[in-house]
């Protein structure tokens, strides 16, 4: 019988990946963990108790926000400190704009909107690469980034102008960061179609921010979301992990600049 390796090759690499605290990030934190990565955490959410659970590799948690370049210095050097090395950085923190359509909208709301989304999505990925930058590169490490389904389609998403915009910039961002940190760094993307999640929702109400749920049914949103797409699916934020874990590893060497779409087909429909 041929020896089954039983470690992982991620299991002792470090990781930082931002928005871990619900939905795709925190799923892909327990799938890392799962395989013994150790995985420092960019949320402005803190751990609780509660997520505290006995997988392989470690936990740590910086709570801050993606858009502070002073968080994701402090998350780049947490991972120095603690394990003397940042094997990747995963871009995933994420707003979205709850749709709201241009008709509907007032124009100053729908500028504070706008930048808010394009803080979060765009600048949010381009400050945590840059803080990032070095020490991957010293590790020949990898970036992957949480795109979407609308960094391409642009209507029966429930994506409004905003969060549209913000996708396809980061988007760019994903090519952009792959062309500057070749040849030490692979710089990847995974672009789901609809999950279900607490994704948050920014209304821009005098500076405050507002987090709901982005459908209000969610059995609404599920068979919307399968009626959109030919495989006729909804992945689960677990269901994801695999995407993602084949961008961090060796399994896809090769690969800069690439987008992976686990999105039911859409780009076909
Ligand atoms: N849910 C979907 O249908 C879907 C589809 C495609 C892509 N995405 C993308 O997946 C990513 C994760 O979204 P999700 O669906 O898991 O949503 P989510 O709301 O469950 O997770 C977002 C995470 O980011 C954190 N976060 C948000 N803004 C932050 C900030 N300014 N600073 C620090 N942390 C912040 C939140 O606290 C949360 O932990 C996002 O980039 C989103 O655009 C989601």
Redesign the pocket.
């Known amino acids: 019988m041929p020896e089954v390796a039983d470690r992982h090759e991620l299991a002792g690499r470090v990781m930082l990946l ?9 799923a892909l934190s327990a799938g890392l963990r799962a395989v013994g990565c150790h995985v420092v955490e ?4 803190p751990l609780d108790a509660a997520d505290d659970d006995a997988l392989a590799g470690s936990r740590h948690r910086v709570v ?4 502070d370049p002073d968080a994701n210095v402090e998350a780049v050097r947490l991972a120095l400190r603690e394990f003397g090395d940042l094997d990747g950085f995963i871009g ?5 704009d709850g749709g709201v359509r241009v008709r509907d909208a007032d124009p100053a709301r729908l500028r504070d909107l706008t930048r808010t989304v394009l ?3 765009v600048v ?1 990925y381009v400050v945590g690469a840059c803080a990032a930058a070095e020490a991957v590169t010293q590790a020949g490490g990898v970036m992957v980034f ?5 960094s391409y389609v642009v209507s029966g998403n429930g994506a409004g102008v905003a ?1 549209a915009a913000s ?1 396809h910039a980061a988007l760019g961002v994903v090519r952009s960061l792959a062309a500057q940190l070749a040849p030490a760094v692979r710089v990847n993307a995974v ?10 929702r920014v209304i821009s109400d005098g500076g405050a921010l507002e987090r709901q749920q ?1 459908y209000d049914n969610v059995a609404d949103s599920v068979s919307g ?1 399968r009626a959109l797409n030919p495989l006729r699916t909804i992945l689960t ?1 677990d269901e994801l992990v695999p995407h993602y874990l084949y961008l961090l590893t060796s399994q896809s060497t090769g690969l800069t600049g690439h987008v992976v779409r686990p999105d039911g087909g859409l780009s076909i429909a």
């Open positions: 931002t928005g871990a605290a619900t939905g795709i990030g925190a960019l949320d402005r959410v801050g926000d993606v858009t995933n923190a994420g707003v979205h803080d979060v999505n949010g949480t795109l979407s389904d609308a969060y996708k672009a789901p179609g609809g999950v279900v999640t607490p994704l948050s982005v979301i934020p």
